[in-house]
């Protein structure tokens, strides 16, 4: 289906995939958008109205049918640009941009970015990150590797999203359970699997903003994080680091994101520093944070995230305003925070409760449900099985994250008993 959407002239975007808000914020900007996406992804787009076009392809259809699409289009409506905004789809992005000629990520750079054996592989090569992983094709593999480099290991899909399919494995008896987990979980693109050692330490996201090859930093998050399945349970702005730290942190992803061929947009990298200094890479990402990360950064420094992102697809000064300060618009609280609450009981979930208790707690802005009445669980394996959210801020990062987690604590979930056959989870 396609809407017209009136005079052209104006900048005019194909985006592959959904994007959630940030089409629309395109759109305010005085672009036109187009949309390429999955069957299964057209619901999902927000304000279908206002777009210029609509196109939708089967989940199965090749790399091919999506340049040609694209070609298609561009000839009778020329796109300035084309951006795509989460994993799902990005490979079609890279090779619908180059194919038209425009500025986008490479297909080798979101393949390497991706595919975490090629990440490993390519990071190695270069000397950025010698972690060891395997690619493994049976739960023997996995008992081998940890039999090799010992235990603890973390097993987790080649490709994936929001921790699905993750868990650090202490030894050969929880490898059975740590494979089906891996092998079979929902939300990844291939059934493939890794085997890697585990990295101790603290855990840090960097968001980084890119142009032309120039990486320049946003903000640091802290994290924290279950201990089996990594789910991540809080975040919070700015990372409370020495500025040593940081720059140190800042020169390894610069050094990793140069290895992986990034040039341009937001990417969202996750590291450990290790006791003894050493820094390493969880993954990294050519798309903003998610878990409401950029409202955090925008709350306690007073840079917008996704306005970058729009203004630089839009062809603007993003990098320029970013590293003269002119981002900042001077309305950070100077920390904010964001803690998840977690079901306490397996079963079908018949109704949240406590948020307007959370809502009340100072420098609590926000609070709402993360999973849906009705959904059905035994424990929190990913991010879709957490509760509910609290978002704080506050003057210290201290005060904000325990704002956020007073008023977590608050909300729970009413469960009703299901037969185990019946269980999504």
């Known amino acids: 289906m396609t809407h017209d959407n009136g005079a052209h002239g104006e900048p005019h975007i194909l985006v592959i995939g959904g994007g959630r808000e940030i089409p629309g914020r395109l759109r305010a900007a005085g672009a036109r958008t187009t949309f390429i996406c999955r069957l299964e992804v057209l619901p999902s787009i927000l304000e279908v109205e206002r777009a210029a076009g609509v196109h939708s392809l089967a989940h199965s259809a090749p790399v091919e049918a999506w340049t040609e699409l694209a070609a298609l289009l561009h000839a009778r409506d020329p796109f300035t640009a084309v951006a795509s905004f989460s994993e799902k789809d990005q490979d079609k992005a890279a090779h619908v941009a180059q194919a038209l000629g425009l500025t986008w990520h490479s297909p080798e750079t979101v393949t390497l970015v991706h595919d975490k054996v090629a990440m490993r592989q390519r990071l190695r090569a270069a000397g950025v990150d010698t972690t060891r992983n395997a690619l493994a094709a049976s739960a023997d593999d996995v008992v081998a590797f940890g039999a090799t480099y010992g235990w603890p290991v973390v ?156 203004e630089q697809t839009l062809g603007g000064p993003a990098l320029a305003r970013l590293q003269s300060g002119d981002a900042f618009d001077g309305s950070g609280a100077g920390a904010a925070a964001i803690w998840y609450a977690l079901p306490r009981f397996p079963g079908r979930v018949t109704e949240i409760t406590g948020l307007d208790k959370a809502r009340s707690v100072e420098h609590v802005v926000a609070a709402a449900a993360v999973i849906e009445t009705g959904a059905q669980i035994t424990e929190v394996r990913d991010s879709w099985t957490r509760l509910a959210s609290v978002r704080a801020k506050a003057a210290t990062a201290d005060s904000a994250l325990a704002a956020a987690r007073c008023g977590a604590e608050l909300i729970e979930a009413q469960v009703e008993a299901v037969p185990d056959a019946e269980t999504d989870r």
């Open 155 to 310: 097993v987790k899909p080649v490709q994936g999203t929001a921790s699905s399919g993750v868990t650090v494995v202490e030894g050969p008896d929880q490898v059975p359970d740590a494979w089906s987990w891996a092998a079979g979980a929902e939300w990844v693109e291939t059934p493939d699997v890794l085997v890697e050692e585990y990295l101790s330490g603290a855990e840090y996201s960097v968001e980084m903003f890119s142009d032309d090859g120039v990486h320049e930093p946003v903000a640091m998050t802290a994290k924290h994080s279950l201990p089996t399945h990594c789910v991540e349970v809080g975040h919070v702005v700015p990372a409370d680091l020495p500025s040593a730290v940081q720059e140190r942190v800042h020169a390894f992803v610069r050094d990793l994101l140069d290895a992986l061929g990034v040039r341009r947009g937001g990417t969202h990298t996750e590291v450990k520093i290790a006791e003894d200094g050493r820094i390493r890479v969880v993954e990294t990402h050519l798309r903003p944070p998610g878990d409401d990360t950029p409202t955090l950064v925008h709350d306690a420094l007073g840079v917008d995230m996704i306005g970058l992102l729009v």
